[in-house]
């Protein structure tokens, strides 16, 4: 399963670092059993393109219980006619497949925690097949690669929570583009924003920011009329 081999992983980092204590491991090793259980993702078979406007997949993190803010998220578009689905991030290569047979003019890929590492890696391997990825949205990805070229555009809400984030684990990190790539790329620190900053945010709650939620919403819905960037 991958969520318990990423969460091994992890484990191994924090054993063999100086930074952390067995009490983080201890504390780690719990969340792990309980990841064995998964908020089950969308059905892959019925993913179709957008009718009218973008294409929208969403990819909850770990064991999904603590993205829940994307389902909200994906109902909100939903409302606004906007077609949304919900994964978890261990679908992500089944994702490629799906979206690479229906190559939808329009793709916008949002992720949380892990879900905005592999929503990455999902559009770089869309990247292997020439096909492009219009927005990318993340919240606080935890160990995410360069962004590929094939995204036009990328904006990422994080907390930075200062010497924590050296450990590779409930975090949020910016995003950097590979060395040359101009395109469009914004790292939006949440405590550099008070008008995003809610009480008592954490990596387990910021998808769930409903003052987020309303710029994400505006962007995606903008795309509907031919996704002017601003």
Not at 73 to 95: H, I, N
Not at 193 to 207: G, Q, S, V
Request: hydrophobic share 45%; net charge neutral.
């Amino acid at each position: 399963m991958t969520q318990v081999r990423r969460s091994i992983d992890t484990l191994e980092f924090l054993a063999s670092s100086r930074l952390a204590g067995w009490a983080a491991v201890g504390l780690l090793a719990t969340a792990m059993l309980i990841g064995c259980q998964t908020v089950p993702g969308a059905d892959i078979r019925a993913l179709s393109e957008g009718h009218d406007g973008p294409t929208v997949v969403l990819l909850r993190g770990w064991t999904g219980e603590f993205s829940r803010g994307l389902d909200t998220l994906a109902d909100e578009l939903l409302a606004r006619g906007v077609s949304a689905r919900v994964y978890q991030f261990d679908q992500w290569t089944e994702l490629a497949e799906r979206l690479l047979a229906i190559h939808p003019q329009c793709l916008v890929l949002v992720g949380h925690s892990f879900g905005s590492d592999d929503a990455i890696r999902l559009s770089r391997r869309l990247g292997e097949e020439s096909m492009a990825v219009r927005l990318l949205v993340t919240f606080d990805p935890v160990t995410p690669p360069a962004v590929p070229p094939n995204v036009a555009e990328a904006i990422n809400y994080y907390q930075s929570n200062g010497v924590r984030d050296l450990l590779p684990w409930w975090r949020g990190v910016a995003l950097s583009r590979r060395q040359g790539d101009l395109k469009l790329l914004a790292n939006i620190d949440v405590r550099s924003r008070p008008d995003l900053l809610e009480p008592d945010t954490n990596h387990a709650n910021i998808e769930k920011n409903a003052a987020i939620h309303r710029l994400v919403l505006a962007r995606i819905v903008g795309l509907r009329g031919g996704g002017e960037r601003r």
